[in-house]
T-cell receptor, first 112, second 117 residues
């Protein structure tokens, strides 16, 4: 089992729809969870961090965390073509030095 | 948020030469920085963790004598690719860890595209 798993996609949604991106992780002791957006040819950009169970909203983005199910998701409301990118889930594993473990990313395509 | 810069943004060098890449945290202090490499259409690969004032910790399979890391201050880490070869051509991205309420957040620089001819 991979430490952080994401569906590679692509996930295709029409403009204005809600995009739902999912991630599962293996370490039950993990405490910190992050979503990054990476445009093609660019470096990752942090868009959301979440540390406790429940929802966290920031503009059109909502991160959801369920530690019991070891599941974290990102919802993008009113999706725009400019949201088309790869979304990386990252988990700060509760082991040793604390470094982020990244999923392989989900490619999101928002069509006009 | 937080700002991390990298220099240069791109570099072309000849095989056998060395290249130094700088990573700076501009508006926060970073005890810990990370160096990643990413090949086209592939995932981020962590190369090493850089700690201010101490030796870097390299991931398995990364040659520490080839990829020299120095973290001399709380805002600067450097990666030197020594005796570069065409297979070292890649996108090198640094990341700096910032202390925030609740823990840490990690911010990436814009990356350096290295081409070795």
């Amino acid at each position: 089992q991979k430490e952080v798993e994401q569906n590679s996609g692509p996930l295709s949604v029409p403009e204005g729809a809600i995009a739902s991106l999912n991630c599962t992780y293996s370490d039950r002791g993990s405490q910190s969870f992050f979503w990054y957006r990476q445009y093609s040819g660019k470096s990752p950009e942090l868009i959301m961090s979440i540390y406790s169970n429940g929802d966290k909203e920031d503009g059109r983005f909502t991160a959801q965390l369920n530690k019991a199910s070891q599941y974290v998701s990102l919802l993008i409301r009113d999706s725009q073509p400019s949201d088309s990118a790869t979304y990386l889930c990252a988990v700060n594993m509760n082991t040793g030095f604390q470094k982020l473990v990244f999923g392989t990313g989900t490619r999101l395509l928002v069509s006009p | 948020g937080a700002v991390v810069s990298q220099h240069p943004s791109w570099v072309i060098c000849k095989s056998g030469t060395s290249v130094k890449i700088e990573c700076r945290s501009l508006d926060f202090q970073a005890t810990t920085m990370f160096w990643y490499r990413q090949f086209p259409k592939q995932s981020l690969m962590l190369m090493a963790t850089s700690n201010e004032g101490s030796k870097a910790t390299y991931e398995q399979g990364v040659e520490k004598d080839k990829f020299l890391i120095n973290h001399a201050s709380l805002t600067l880490s450097t990666l030197t690719v020594t005796s570069a070869h065409p297979e070292d051509s890649s996108f090198y991205i640094c990341s700096a860890r910032k202390v925030v309420s609740g823990g840490y957040e990690q911010y990436f620089g814009p990356g350096t595209r290295l081409t070795v001819t």
